[in-house]
């Protein structure tokens, strides 16, 4: 519906009945119909059939922006379906979890974070399916329900990583995918870290400094071989941080830089896991082109995020 102050000057006259005429078209039975409002007092019976032509071709073009709205629709759901705002309580660590969609410009992405209980520690993971919209939504969901059984087994991160890498090529040999796998034994706060092609975890300490942990792979989907996973400790009060690229990467702006960027961001941040991910947020994640997805993880006692 077009309010009256958009129209175009002149094309509805004070104080007349019938201004206008309307042409409703559409390209086929049961979608949405289109209008073309032309001025009572235009075309001529020739410019009548243009109009209806155009209504035609219109309605064509709607066609098509429609799907992409319903899908978009779709993958949105399966993401809020499956990633819950709140992270599910984990044993000995405080989680905190936050996903931002990507502008309704753009198309749905499949950013995935997971949060679990293992019989060797706590598991957090981050990731992206490459590509958008349905279809990486889909995708995402098999990759997280999978990484929820393979762990109840073997929550080594190497070993996931690998039997992920080997779904994808078996199941979506087109597909690949970033993942960070961390598994952080509450204890001591031992972490073993697989990297399958993402952004590295960064470790924000107590003091106000903060650092990536140095961890790399190839992506999953190639079959390439898995590197050993690195190993870190995540001190008492240290924060964990896991983000996809969606939250700082800017088109013409080398990767490199929005890292730094956001781990200078992070190291400010006021303490507490959901605060951080509260100011990164603030920061970088408003009107971006891509999905947004981060993990926080602190280990000991609970924070309402």
Request: charged share 20%; aromatic share 4%.
């Amino acid at each position: 519906m077009v309010p009256y102050p958009l129209w175009p000057a002149g094309f509805l006259r004070p104080g007349k009945a019938e201004d206008a005429r309307v042409v409703v078209a559409r390209s086929r039975e049961c979608k949405p119909a289109v209008c073309v409002a032309v001025p009572a007092h235009g075309p001529t019976d020739e410019g009548d059939r243009l109009v209806t032509r155009l209504a035609r071709a219109t309605a064509l073009a709607a066609e098509t922006l429609l799907m992409y709205q319903v899908e978009r629709h779709v993958a949105l759901t399966l993401q809020h379906s499956f990633l819950p705002q709140e992270a599910p309580e984990v044993q000995g660590a405080e989680t905190v979890v936050r996903y931002v969609p990507a502008s309704r410009q753009t198309e749905i992405g499949g950013d995935f974070y997971a949060a679990l209980t293992t019989s060797q520690g706590v598991l957090a993971a981050v990731g992206d399916i490459a590509g958008h919209s349905l279809d990486a939504a889909t995708v995402m969901v098999e990759i997280r329900h999978a990484l929820r059984a393979y762990c109840v087994e073997n929550p080594d991160p190497r070993i996931l990583a690998g039997r992920l890498d080997r779904l994808l090529q078996h199941f979506h040999p087109d597909v690949t995918a970033t993942v960070c796998l961390a598994l952080v034994e509450p204890a001591d706060g031992r972490m073993r870290i697989a990297n399958a092609g993402h952004i590295p975890p960064l470790v924000v300490h107590e003091d106000g400094t903060a650092e990536y942990v140095c961890a790399e792979g190839p992506l999953l989907g190639l079959g390439l071989d898995r590197p050993p996973p690195t190993e870190a400790v995540l001190g008492p009060a240290d924060r964990l941080l896991m983000v996809t690229d969606g939250l700082i990467e800017t088109r013409g702006t080398d990767l490199a830089v929005s890292m730094e960027h956001l781990r200078s961001a992070a190291a400010g941040a006021p303490p507490g896991a959901a605060t951080l991910c509260d100011t990164l947020l603030r920061c970088f994640g408003r009107d971006r082109e891509d999905d947004i997805a981060l993990l926080a993880l602190r280990l000991g006692g609970t924070e309402l995020g």
